[in-house]
């Protein structure tokens, strides 16, 4: 879809609609370059992540109520990567929603819907890292398979409910009766006082939540060190398989935090729309990090990729290796 124009000439994005949107202008190398980034860190993205999920489901050993989180985590941020950012680039790139409303209202929804999951994810794991290193004799009791799953779809539905509403109720779906966007245009336009409250609510509120349990997971951690060195060797391992798992998604956490903050100090503030893009852009990379976290930090995912990219996991019995030893298919 590349063009080139005269500097002076307008064009744009439906010629025949007295209302449409202007087309940005771009040379040809500008539009190449920016359609294979965008391409190649999509593609990246839901790689990684693809990854991570097919770990999760297939292999045994990691069917646990963290990693059941950890999955729903994958699977919004692979979302992100597979929908959101190819979306995302057609519209930076072309400046025009070529769509229709329908699709311009469902955006909407899957948008919301995916970046409030990824961060009631977060919450979620930090609320089970919380309850495994302060109350581990209560853990297996009050953290189960089930309870993980019932409250990971609750949050998918409840998310998916309150976005569907909010699209619908501002006319995202039938962008025609608006008259504050030209056509051509699927942006989500908010007042100052709703960015605030959403701001509170949507983000500060949580962080609260997420930053006030890992101080308490890391002080309980500290204090366990000191009775550790007195401890036999076989329960210092298991002290600091939690603590490792607790430091290792804390770093996830703060990458999530170091990504929207910006964003989010922008989004209130009179800035460019140039900033706004690339701040927008480091949210979305953001989905393609975690996976590297768990690279860097989980022996096992590096194990369990190995099994995968090798074609292992098609063999009898491999979701039943422990991936935890050095035990090879």
């Not at 992100?80 to 929804?109: Q, R, S």
């Not at 990971?152 to 699209?167: D, E, G, P, Q």
């Not at 995912?301 to 090879?328: C, D, G, M, R, Y």
Request: proline content about 3%; aromatic content about 14%.
């Amino acid at each position: 879809m590349a063009y080139e124009t005269e500097d002076h000439e307008i064009q744009y994005c439906f010629p025949a609609i007295n209302s449409s949107c202007t087309k940005g202008k771009h040379s040809s190398r500008e539009y190449n370059i920016m359609y294979v980034f965008f391409s190649l860190l999509s593609a990246w993205t839901v790689f990684l992540n693809l990854l991570v999920i097919i770990s999760i489901s297939h292999f045994k050993k990691l069917h646990t109520p963290t990693n059941l989180i950890i999955l729903s985590l994958a699977v919004a941020d692979m979302l992100i990567g597979l929908i959101v950012m190819p979306i995302e680039a057609i519209k930076l790139i072309e400046t025009c929603w070529y769509f229709g409303d329908t699709y311009c209202g469902l955006f909407t929804v899957i948008l919301g819907l995916l970046l409030s999951v990824s961060l009631s994810n977060l919450v979620l794991i930090a609320v089970d890292r919380y309850v495994a290193v302060c109350y581990p004799l209560l853990y297996p009791q009050k953290i189960t398979m089930t309870k993980t799953l019932l409250t990971i779809c609750l949050c998918w539905f409840c998310f998916s409910s309150y976005f569907t509403s909010y699209a619908i109720n501002n006319g995202y779906f039938n962008t025609s009766h608006r008259s504050d966007v030209c056509y051509g245009d699927c942006s989500v336009i908010l007042s100052f006082a709703w960015r605030v409250s959403d701001l509170i609510l949507s983000f500060v509120s949580p962080c609260i939540l997420i930053i006030t349990l890992y101080l308490r997971i890391f002080y309980v951690v500290h204090q366990q060190v000191k009775v550790i060195n007195s401890l036999m060797k076989s329960g210092k391992l298991g002290s600091k398989s939690e603590s490792k798992a607790a430091l290792t998604l804390g770093i996830i956490v703060t990458v999530y935090l170091l990504c929207w903050i910006p964003y989010y100090i922008c989004s209130i503030s009179a800035v460019s729309s140039i900033t706004i893009n690339v701040l927008t852009w480091v949210v979305y990379i953001n989905s393609g990090l975690n996976p590297m976290v768990y690279a860097l930090f989980y022996p096992w995912f590096k194990k369990t990729v190995k099994l995968i990219l090798t074609l292992k996991i098609f063999q009898p019995a491999s979701s039943l290796v422990n991936i935890f030893t050095e035990h090879q298919l």
